[in-house]
């Protein structure tokens, strides 16, 4: 695309790192060809016969007219013009249709690669280009077709590869041809100035190899990575060219004994099966280096055993792991689980007698395509099927929707809509793809999720639900309840908790654990159009900002106008006891209280005239509780629930049980905790539906959140204690509540 080109001849080590395995074009031969102008109309070109030959190994009955008229038009509009290393300009459409037909591209992208920069850089335009080729290879030239810098000045790039981006997403051969033609501009960057190799180098790091690594076409991504290793990181390029180069001038080569071990042992066992010996790239020995430490021979390649069925491979592996000594910690099943880039492979190492691991790679012939050309080998995946009309098929201005589209892709697309500026755009992008690894999880109605690897609940949520998952309250993980901040692993079922507020806000801590631009984008757009008034911490409540006093739970109630005020927050649940004038020992009174004056309060009984009673703190018993009671110091009798844990403790010290019973039983009070999702007006909405229930609040704590968990303690009088059940019922049923106890604590 218009990048300049270097003098092939001259060396450099961007020229040696790329030679390593691929046969390259002559530039030159092809130049002067180009200098011929086309060849007559009843045959091929001289000039894109390495392109015709290279096509028809992959594809034998594939037309090649298109391919003529498409070098005859390119080839006269490139005319005249030259690259910076003298070149004619049409040697460079020429080698990037030569390596997508290396790579066995179809006729249509060939097609469309030859053209792809005659409408940025000649006269031709995209309507002559539909009339003449029709509307895919339009469609494809125009992905590929850059934004003027005049029009967008700094934003031009980030804005080419955001178009570049949306055209992908309808046809993914968009984005072969611009890997194609990046890796020949790389390929030929000797001129550029050392500042503008290092730029190009870097965009190519940070966005297109993690692209070609996404879309599976792993031959271009190694040697792209070869490259980039050579500009950016010179001296340890040289450093890992001479390892190579030392272990090849070694006399024997671990690699090829296991070889020929490996076609004995499939041979034995009557397996047909191809064993090659695959060298690593540079920036493979690197790694591998800076992994192990000291290299040894084994390390600079692995093995390939190819096969011609999927049962063959685990046949292969079986052998392998009875005749040799397996590594089991190495051994891996892409076959079954495939990558998210289509790769499809078992991996597996054997190790030799003196401690050397050789790792083995094993795949039919058609995975082996996959790995190398990724989505290139697809062919077109938008081609209408034999039964469809012409007039069915879809046109030029028509989404064409790639049903196999990954889901990476469409998560890309998804937030690139909403990033407001190039700049964003730009820079999210490269984190985005800066992660690459996926997890699946599952939904509990048998849906997926793709997400990246180190995802949390809060990325599966927006994913989900896009922005309205500003409402989500919580999650359940795997069945149990788990935090927004819960990172997901590869299989997880996630049950995400929407509330019902169409006004509900996200947090500003879930910025903290949003892990995919789409939900960081999605919060951050939100928090920039609902900025924050400025109000004091400690009463801020829908801010989730510090631990919430009785004032404020007295301010959120009045703003609901509720017609209850609260009492002061009180030291202990009940205060001193008084005997009923029956004589029997009455607890549920406070000190102040007069029983006269409150005659229908809770009170439980003791038969033990004079004895004073209460009910204890921890468990806060009330009608119609199963109850207990022990004798304590001073002649008070205290009551328990019989589940209470301190009813045990008291029993294995020897206390003796008194019998005790439930009075009339009218207005009680209790104390409860209340477990819930931090959120906005979640204790104005909680008082709200308690105060609906009769319940009188007496005291309330409400701690500080943690992990977006917040827990409350609430003492409430209620007029009859059988209305505890269904207040209980409406507190669970308040948006973002997820458990309500009854204390069996100190509480107050």
Not at 218 to 240: G, N, R, S, W
Not at 351 to 357: I, K, L, N
Not at 678 to 698: K, Q, S, W, Y
Request: aromatic share 4%.
């Amino acid at each position: 695309m218009s990048a300049e080109a270097t003098n092939p001849a001259t060396p450099g080590p961007v020229t040696g790192a790329a030679a390593r395995w691929r046969a390259r074009i002559d530039l030159r031969r092809l130049g002067r060809a180009a200098l011929l102008g086309p060849a007559a109309r009843d045959r091929m070109p001289d000039a894109i016969g390495h392109v015709a030959e290279a096509h028809r190994a992959h594809h034998p009955d594939a037309d090649l007219e298109p391919l003529r008229r498409a070098y005859v038009l390119a080839e006269s509009s490139h005319r005249g013009q030259m690259r910076k290393s003298g070149e004619p300009y049409i040697t460079h459409p020429l080698a990037v249709t030569l390596i997508l037909a290396e790579l066995g591209a179809e006729t249509t992208t060939l097609t469309a690669s030859l053209l792809h920069d005659t409408v940025e850089d000649t006269e031709v335009t995209l309507d002559q280009v539909g009339e003449e080729f029709g509307a895919e290879v339009r469609f494809l030239v125009d992905g590929v077709t850059k934004l003027e810098k005049v029009e967008y000045g700094a934003a031009a790039e980030p804005e080419t590869f955001r178009k570049m981006l949306v055209a992908t997403g309808n046809d993914v051969r968009v984005m072969s041809i611009k890997l194609a033609d990046r890796l020949h501009n790389m390929r030929t960057l000797g001129v550029m100035r050392p500042e503008k190799q290092a730029r190009i180098a870097k965009v190519t790091r940070d966005v297109l190899i993690p692209l070609a690594e996404r879309l599976g076409v792993q031959a271009l991504k190694t040697e792209l990575e070869d490259m980039v290793f050579a500009i950016l990181h010179p001296e340890e390029y040289e450093h890992t060219r001479e390892l190579i180069v030392d272990n090849a001038s070694r006399a024997d080569d671990p690699l090829a004994e296991v070889a020929d071990e490996v076609r004995g042992v499939l041979r034995e066992a009557g397996i047909q099966a191809e064993v090659v010996i695959r060298p690593r790239h540079f920036v493979s020995v690197h790694r591998t280096a800076r992994k192990r430490g000291r290299l040894r021979g084994a390390d600079f390649g692995r093995l390939l055993v190819l096969v011609g069925e999927d049962a063959d491979c685990y046949g292969v592996l079986g052998e392998l792991h009875t005749c040799l000594t397996p590594v089991v910690s190495e051994f891996k099943d892409f076959i079954a689980v495939p990558k998210f880039n289509l790769y499809q492979s078992l991996h597996t190492a054997v190790a030799r007698g003196d401690g050397q691991v050789v790792e083995v790679l094993i795949r039919t012939h058609q995975m082996h395509k996959v790995a190398e050309a990724g989505v290139v080998a697809l062919g077109n995946p938008y081609a209408s099927p034999p039964d469809l009309s012409e007039e069915q098929s879809p046109g030029a201005d028509e989404e064409r929707v790639d049903p196999t589209r990954p889901g990476w892709l469409s998560r890309l697309l998804d937030w690139q809509a909403a990033a407001p500026d190039a700049d964003t755009f730009w820079s999210t992008l490269r984190e985005d793809l800066a992660q690459d690894r996926e997890i699946t999880v599952f939904r509990p109605d048998g849906g997926t999720l793709g997400l990246p690897e180190g995802a949390t609940c809060v990325d599966a949520a927006y994913a989900q639900y896009g922005e309205d998952a500003h409402a989500c309250l919580g999650a359940r993980v795997n069945g149990r309840l788990a935090t927004l901040s819960t990172v997901l692993k590869d299989g997880d079922t996630v049950q995400l908790l929407m509330g019902q507020d169409p006004a509900a806000e996200p947090s500003k801590e879930w910025l903290e654990h949003a892990h995919t631009a789409a939900a960081r984008i999605a919060i951050q757009r939100w928090i920039a159009t609902h900025p924050s008034p400025e109000v004091p911490q400690e009463a801020d409540e829908r801010n989730g900002a510090g631990a919430l006093t009785a004032e404020s739970v007295q301010a959120a109630r009045e703003e609901q106008e509720s017609p209850k005020p609260f009492r002061p927050v009180l030291a202990e649940l009940p205060g001193d006891d008084t005997p009923d004038s029956a004589g029997r020992s009455i607890a549920g009174a406070t000190a102040d209280d007069d029983p006269a004056a409150s005659p229908g309060t809770a009170h439980a009984l003791v038969d033990q005239p004079g004895t004073t009673v209460r009910l204890a703190g921890c468990c806060t018993p009330v009608p119609p509780d199963e109850i207990t009671g022990f004798a304590v110091r001073g002649g008070v009798v205290t009551v328990h629930r019989v589940e209470c844990a301190a009813v045990a403790r008291m029993k294995d010290v020897g206390r003796k049980e008194v019998d005790v019973r439930w009075g009339d039983a009218a207005e009680c009070r209790v104390t409860l905790f209340a477990e819930s999702f931090g959120r906005p007006h979640l204790l104005a909405d909680l008082t709200e539906a308690m105060a609906g229930e009769g319940a009188e609040i007496v005291s309330a704590t409400v701690e500080p959140p943690s992990q977006q968990r917040v827990r409350h303690t609430y003492t409430v009088q209620l007029p009859d204690a059988a209305l505890l059940p269904s207040l209980m019922r409406a507190m669970r049923n308040v948006a973002g509540v997820y458990d309500v106890s009854r204390a069996q604590t100190p509480g107050a």
